[in-house]
């Protein structure tokens, strides 16, 4: 069964402190990765997908990176409006559906 | 270019009443899920289509049931609803293909009491 893992479940950083979320993942062939990020209140939030090993996407203050087993996002100066609730999740290739984490609560305070 | 809408945003239920979650996407896609989100527990799906008329069953789908009657509108259904069908509803759908970026409604918050 595809298990995704996320931590901390929540963080605390002062505005400029960079930082990383960690998700670690088993998967039965990853057909892709992908980083949400939900505001209170709001949908999740599409912002990266990792197809393999290795690959690495950038927005902004935000860049997510991916191995064999875990994914992470890392945050570089962040600033209060990136606070929220980041989601990880992956697609294998034996189920034609998303497995979430329960996300990591980012507070970034000025 | 509306993407993916939910009707209603929050809804109160009795313990046996019933309801129908809408959702509404523009973009033409072809795969549509409905998930729930609850404190603690992520993401769950519950039903999913991969094209007009189709469904099938996700992760929790007892309690609940839908319909794709048009490739644009996805129904949830509560028969009859129980206070464990308390959580906040997602809507999401994608173009099916490989890539199978979803993209997210705002959510419909239920309550039953």
């Known amino acids: 069964e595809d298990q995704v893992t996320q931590s901390p479940e929540a963080l605390r950083l002062q505005e400029g402190e960079s930082s990383s979320l960690n998700c670690s993942y088993t998967?039965?062939?990853?057909?892709?990765l992908f980083w949400y990020r939900q505001d209170p209140g709001k949908g999740p939030e599409f912002l990266f997908t990792?197809?393999?090993a290795g690959e690495e996407k950038e927005k902004e203050r935000l860049k997510a990176t991916l191995t064999k087993k875990e994914s992470f996002l890392h945050i570089t100066a962040p600033k209060p409006e990136d606070s929220a609730t980041y989601l990880c999740?992956?697609?294998?290739?034996?189920?034609?559906?998303?497995?979430f984490g329960t996300g990591t609560r980012l507070l970034v305070s000025p | 270019n509306a993407g993916v809408t939910q009707t209603p945003k929050f809804r109160v239920l009795k313990t046996g009443q019933s309801m129908t979650l809408l959702c509404a996407q523009d973009?033409?896609?072809?795969?549509m899920y409905w998930y729930r989100q609850d404190p603690g527990m992520g993401l769950r799906l519950i039903h999913y289509?991969?094209?007009?008329?189709?469904?099938a069953k996700g992760e929790v789908p007892d309690g609940y049931n839908v319909s794709r009657l048009k490739k644009q509108n996805f129904l949830l259904g509560l028969e009859s609803a129980a206070p464990s069908q308390t959580s906040v509803y997602f809507c999401?759908?994608?173009?099916?293909?490989?890539?199978?970026?979803?993209?997210f409604g705002p959510g419909t918050r239920l309550l039953v009491l």
């Open positions: 289509s991969v094209g007009e008329g189709t469904t």
């Open positions: 999740a992956v697609l294998g290739l034996r189920f034609q559906k998303l497995v």
């Open positions: 998967v039965s062939g990853l057909r892709g």
């Open positions: 990792l197809y393999s």
């Open positions: 973009m033409n896609h072809e795969y």
């Open positions: 999401a759908s994608t173009t099916g293909n490989y890539q199978e970026t979803q993209y």
